[in-house]
C-alpha cells in the first residue's frame, strides 16, 4: 500500500511539471526548430548593361558615284550623271579649300539662267549643257563647270574611272572684261543674230562654234573678221553680202557670243551650216560629215 502511494505521488509531480509547447513560446522559451524552412526566392533577374557604342554605319555609296583626285591626292567622290560628273559647291570648296557661303564660292556668285543652259560668273557666261541637277534638296553643278571658275583643268581617268582636278594653279575666273577681246566678241555676235537670231541659244552658239572652228582649222582664215568675210571660195556667209552682217545684235546673241568664247560647243568640229529648208544642201550631203541638227539648221564637218 505504502508502495502504491509513491508511485501515484511521484505521476502527480511529473503532471504538474509538464507544459504544453504552446505555452511555452507564450512564456518566452526557446524552441528551437529542426530545421530553418527558407521562404522561396524569386528567380534574380539580369541586369541590363548597356550595350558599347557602335561606330554608325557609314551610308551606302551610290552606284553612280566616282573617286575624286584633288591634285592627285584622293580627296572625295562626284555624281555621274549622263557621262558627266556633278557635285555641289559646298563641295567643290571644301575639297579645294575654298570658301562657301550659300551661293557664294571663293568670293565668285554665280547666276544661272532662266532656262537653266548657262551661267554668269564675274561677267563671264559658261554653258551648262544639261544645267545643274537637284537632289535632295541639293543643286548639283557640272564639276567641269566648277573648274573652269577657278582655273582647274577636270579630267576623267578611264584607267581608275575617277575624276581628276588640277588645282595647283587654283585662281578665280578673270572677269568678262579682261577675258573677251572686243572684236572678236563684236563680229561674232553680229554673225550670230545674221544667221540664227530667230534660233535657240543652242542654235545660236551652234553658228557661233562653226566661226571659231574655222577660225582654228587651217583651211580657213585665223581671225572672227576674216572668216566672216572670207571670199576666197566665194561668198561664205550671206549676211556679209547683203548687209545683214551690220546689223545691231540683240543681248542674247552676245551672249551667245560669249558663250562660244568661253568654250561652249555644242556642234562638235562642225565647219559648215545650212537651212535644209531654204538651202541648197545637196552638196553637204554627199561632201561632208554629217554631226548635228539643232533648230533649223543642219551641221557639217
Known sequence: MALLLALCLTSLVLCASYVPPAELAQEGAAVQPAEAVQPAREPAQEESVPAADEPAAEPERPQNAADVYINGVLRGECLLFDGQSYMTMADFAALTGLESNGGTIGGLTPAISADGKWAEVNGRYL????????????QLWPLSVLGRMFSCP??????????????????????????????????????????????????????????????????????VYDVIFDTRFGVQFSPAETGGIYCEPDDEAVIAAKLCLDGASVAGGSLYFVNPDIGADGWFKETKTFVAAIGDHDFYA
Open 154 to 223: 577636270v579630267s576623267w581617268d578611264e584607267l581608275s574611272m575617277s575624276v581628276d582636278v588640277d588645282a595647283t594653279a587654283l585662281a578665280p575666273l578673270a572677269s568678262g572684261g579682261e577675258y573677251y577681246n572686243e572684236e572678236d566678241l563684236l563680229w561674232l555676235s553680229r554673225i550670230i543674230y545674221a544667221e540664227s537670231g530667230n534660233q535657240p541659244m543652242e542654235g545660236q552658239v551652234a553658228v557661233g562654234n562653226v566661226i571659231l572652228n574655222r577660225v582654228e582649222s587651217p583651211l580657213f582664215p585665223d581671225t
Open 127 to 138: 554653258w551648262l549643257g544639261a544645267g545643274v541637277r537637284e537632289q535632295d534638296g541639293e
